[in-house]
């Protein structure tokens, strides 16, 4: 059974109700079997037979459970720095998007790319998110907006979960915007969606959940009703991308579909809030796309105190977010959103992991959890969020494994 020994200080995310409780442990040991936590608790009282097994030092640091990413968009054809540039010298998302940038931009080169290509791409994605000490990240697709480019998404992610290390856990998000083919009959794409893709993805097994972008220029909160039951009939239970650029009463929309998390929320208000938090659903925060768009961020303080769980993640995606540097985000939320660093980082384990449906497997360092672990070069939350380096995971464990290599090295130096 092998041993994480010697652990100055370890935050189990165990306690599943308040932002700010990390249950934090000094001179800790976590012991595991089969990639599942068996032991968890002082050194000194580590059973004596656990003697002789594979025993790992911490060395120093702060031992966190592995960070769940719960809102990206992994897989996508080519970058739009063209388009970074422009934001920079005035333009807006939407003005981008109307001119025909944006996602639908993005969607032509989706479709340009192989499912190989897309594999090789996104893989090398998920190595660099784990070197960080990101061991479960959920993927959406949405930049193919055809049955067959939306199910070859669905299937690069298929892939990448089963060959691992890093689990997958992929959302249709078909409904991302309206592609131009059918620019001239929405009403035609929604059939699709509904007809068509959210019947295939589910039958296939390619989805969990079923995502809608909630937004003037995407799609309206009937036509995200429909989808949504469609979805929820077939087993795919409703994420939301709500109320990022206004307020179009999404959260509560969110909270009436019973969705598992509503993301984004930049202009909700305390309405919103408390409909998500009576209705259980994660408010997930998304600040790297706040700051790129050069938007307010999401008020997470509003939703905390309405009793919400809050979640933080990248939304990495070519457009609004073009990183997948979780403990960024988590940086970033404490000095746009208002979380603290405790918080935030409740926010991107055990909320995390409640926001795509794993918390049982996830997000906590607990026994009969994932031995998912990561070592940093911290003393505590506080100086791992404020001191931002480019990497401070100076050892990563994904179930039970160690993922230590020489280029989690060379990305710390
Ligand atoms: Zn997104």
């Known amino acids: 059974m092998p041993v994480l020994r010697r652990i100055p200080r370890l935050v189990t995310c165990a306690d599943p109700v308040g932002q700010a409780e990390l249950g934090e442990m000094r001179d800790a040991a976590v012991a595991w079997r089969h990639g599942v936590i068996s032991w968890i608790g002082p050194d000194r009282a580590l059973p004596a037979d656990f003697a002789g097994e594979t025993e ?15 809102h990206t968009h992994l897989a996508f054809g080519g970058w739009r720095a063209d388009e970074f540039a422009l934001r920079s010298r005035g333009a807006t998302y939407q003005e981008i998007a109307a001119a025909g940038g944006g996602i639908r931009s993005t969607m032509r080169r989706t479709r340009e790319a192989t499912e190989t290509e897309l594999e ?7 190595e660099g998110m784990l070197r960080l000490g990101v061991t479960t990240v959920e993927a959406k697709s949405g930049y193919g907006l055809s049955l067959a480019d939306e199910l ?3 299937r690069v992610y298929r892939t990448l979960d089963a060959d691992g290390p890093v689990p997958v856990v992929p959302t249709l ?8 083919e059918y620019a001239a009959d929405r009403r035609g794409y929604v059939d699709l969606v509904c007809g068509s893709i959210v019947p295939a993805a589910a039958a296939g097994g390619l989805a969990r959940f079923c995502d809608v972008f909630v937004e003037e220029g995407a799609f309206t909160a009937d036509e995200a009703r ?5 979805a929820a009939s077939l087993g795919l239970r409703p994420k939301l991308h709500v109320d990022q650029l206004a ?9 009436e579909l019973g969705a598992i998390s509503a993301d984004h929320l930049e202009y909700t208000g305390e309405d919103g809030a408390r409909a998500l938090s009576a209705a259980g659903t994660v408010a997930v925060a998304l600040p790297i796309a706040s700051l790129y768009l050069r938007q307010p961020p999401m008020r997470a303080r509003t939703f905390v105190d309405a009793g919400c769980a809050v979640a933080v993640a990248t939304d990495f995606n070519p457009g609004s977010a073009p990183s997948w540097h979780l403990p960024l985000a988590l940086t970033l939320a404490c000095t746009m959103n208002g979380l603290t660093p405790a918080e935030a980082l409740k926010g991107a384990t055990r909320y995390a992991a409640r926001a795509i449906g794993l918390e049982d497997s996830r997000g906590a360092l607990e026994v009969g959890k994932r031995a998912d672990l990561v070592v940093l070069d911290a003393d505590s939350p506080d100086e791992w969020c404020y001191h931002f380096r480019p990497n401070a995971a100076r050892e990563v464990f994904v179930g039970g494994s160690p993922v230590h290599d020489a280029n989690l090295a060379a990305t710390r130096a």
């Open 226 to 230: 429909r989808m949504l039951r469609a």
């Open 173 to 180: 998000l078909a409904a991302h915007v309206v592609p131009p």
């Open 120 to 126: 090789a791409r996104s893989r090398s994605f998920l």
């Open 56 to 70: 790992f030092e911490c060395d120093g640091g702060l031992v966190i459970p592995g960070l769940v990413d719960c």
């Open 152 to 154: 070859k998404l669905l």
């Open 247 to 255: 307020d179009g009463g999404g959260a509560r929309l969110a909270a």
